[in-house]
């Protein structure tokens, strides 16, 4: 076996990207501008979304969001356990309570059945993610909520750009769908994220949300060479995203299907690779395709640490996405249980390990990784495939 060092993730922005800050730098919109716009227009395009937002990150175009759906205390969002503490932070931060189900045992999404389970007189909304690229069957969610009583549905799209469920796209059966475009992420600018929908007023009011509950932003104030008074009829954060990022989106967005095909083939070796060993990968359903974000196994708990610091050893990036949210200390200590009442995502937390995939990662790189999980960390493994 050649040693090498293979990281968890390379992102693709070259130094000369530095001309699209340069050329940013020669108009007078440091912040939110002309570039964002055509961003804007582009991901309306590209999604067949009626609108669409940019954000300075998924959190906080989450927050936003929420408070343009008017959620806060005494309202309940249900949220998946299996997933990254953002998704369920939001809820707290916003002062509602989020309220946790399981995931499917094969795929990590949630379904229809733990929704409809979770669902009570206070709850206001739910927030599916695509976990790791794999997009959760939000029409048949849609279908399974009450008709008298309304209960939006945000999809958490930060694993996802380029998926599709069943031909659809984010978008199609949300009230809102939100990206993140943070620095590992498959469309990235080093922070930021989106926010799409095809609801006129619920977009209005997001405007108002990214910038303090504004009536009117920084460019419409100044129209016309008349300064506008604005007003504020309700609390908002701020979540703009200014042009010196948004400038190295258009062209991410212009070549992401062609990067897809790379991360595919790239997510089928590693599979290919585990079929005979003991190490288990997530389930990708017929039909459907996948952004492959991310590259998770799972290894069991009784090995998955020590399996880190082989890896580490090697000098393999790692990483583990993610230990159960109900399990963090924070909500632990809040809600007085210990996290084990979700079983599917405490398996699957105390097991897994996410292991490089990214465009750029070469043939030899691929198959060190693959020859240490399969050579070292399989034989760790005791009993039958985890
Ligand atoms: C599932 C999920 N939701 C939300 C976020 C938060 O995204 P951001 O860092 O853009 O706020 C992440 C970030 O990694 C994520 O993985």
Not at 101 to 127: F, G, H, M, Q, S
Not at 305 to 319: P, Q, S, W, Y
Request: aromatic share 8%; net charge neutral.
């Amino acid at each position: 076996m050649v040693h090498m060092q293979v990281p968890f993730y390379r992102h693709s922005l070259s130094p000369e990207k530095a001309q699209l800050v340069a050329k940013v730098l020669e108009t007078p919109f440091l912040t939110s501008g002309p570039i964002g716009k055509e961003v804007e227009a582009q991901l309306c395009e590209y999604f067949g979304a009626k609108h669409a937002k940019l954000v300075n990150s998924w959190t906080n175009g989450a927050v936003a969001t929420l408070l343009a759906l008017d959620i806060g205390p005494g309202d309940e969002v249900i949220v998946p356990a299996m997933t990254f503490i953002a998704t369920a932070n939001v809820v707290e931060l916003v002062g509602a309570k989020p309220v946790f189900i399981d995931c499917d045992p094969d795929t990590l999404l949630i379904t229809p059945e733990l929704v409809k389970a979770a669902i009570t007189k206070n709850t206001k909304a739910v927030i599916p993610v695509h976990m790791y690229g794999q997009m959760c069957d939000i029409k048949a969610i849609r279908e399974i909520l009450p008709k008298d009583h309304k209960i939006s549905i945000v999809e958490d799209c930060a694993h996802t750009f380029e998926a599709k469920f069943n031909g659809d796209r984010p978008g199609k059966y949300s009230d809102a769908s939100i990206f993140s475009f943070y620095a590992t992420k498959n469309v990235t600018c080093g922070e930021g994220g989106a926010i799409i929908t095809n609801d006129s007023s619920l977009f209005e009011r997001i405007q108002q949300s990214i910038l303090h509950g504004m009536s009117a932003g920084a460019a419409d104030r100044f129209k016309e060479g008349q300064y506008k008074h604005w007003g504020m009829e309700h609390l908002g954060t701020k979540a703009n995203l200014p042009d010196l990022l948004a400038c190295f989106l258009p062209e991410q967005i212009k070549t992401i299907d062609q990067r897809l095909a790379l991360r595919e083939e790239i997510a089928q070796r590693y599979e290919k690779a585990f079929l005979s060993t003991k190490i288990r990968v997530p389930k990708v359903l017929k039909g459907v395709v996948h952004a492959r974000h991310l590259f998770p196994i799972h290894v069991g708990p009784e090995i998955r640490d020590k399996a880190l610091l082989v890896l580490g050893e090697a000098n393999i990036g790692a990483t583990v996405n993610y230990r159960s949210v109900p399990t963090m200390n924070y909500y632990t200590r809040k809600n007085q249980f210990s996290g084990d009442e979700y079983p599917s995502s405490l398996k699957w937390g105390n097991g897994t390990i996410s292991i490089p995939l990214f465009p750029g990662i070469t043939t030899q790189e691929q198959d060190y990784v693959i020859d240490v999980l399969v050579t070292k960390i399989d034989k760790m493994i005791g009993g039958v495939k985890q």
